[in-house]
C-alpha cells in the first residue's frame, strides 16, 4: 500500500504535502517513499499494477505524476489538455 500526500486538516488553506509512505505487509513496516516533483493536494490516484499515477486539476493547471516503487522515483507527466475539477477524486486503470 503506498500512502501519498493530501493536506493538515479539512481546510484547503492548511499546508499541503509531497511526502508518503509504502508499507510492507510480508515485514509489516513502512518506508518512506521519494518526494514528488509537485504538490497535488486533490488528486485522483490509481494503480497500473507497477506505478502509481496521480492527476489533480490544481489552480497552477491541470497536472500528473507517475510513481514507481521498483526505483522511488517519480516523473512528471504531460500536462492533460482538458482542466477538470475532480469532486469524488476516483482513478481508474484500464490497460493491461
Not at 526505483?71 to 482538458?82: G, H, N, V
Amino acid at each position: 500500500m503506498i500512502v501519498w500526500g493530501g493536506y493538515g486538516s479539512n481546510d484547503l488553506e492548511e499546508p499541503r504535502f509531497d511526502d508518503g509512505a509504502a508499507y510492507d505487509p510480508a515485514q509489516d513496516s513502512w518506508a518512506r517513499i521519494a518526494r514528488a516533483p509537485f504538490v497535488l493536494s486533490s488528486a485522483a490516484a490509481t494503480w497500473t499494477g507497477t506505478r502509481l499515477l496521480v492527476w489533480d486539476a490544481t489552480p497552477e493547471g491541470p497536472r500528473g505524476a507517475s510513481y514507481d516503487p521498483a526505483s522511488d522515483t517519480w516523473r512528471r507527466m504531460a500536462d492533460a489538455p482538458l482542466d477538470r475539477y475532480f469532486s469524488d477524486k476516483t482513478g481508474v486503470w484500464t490497460a493491461g
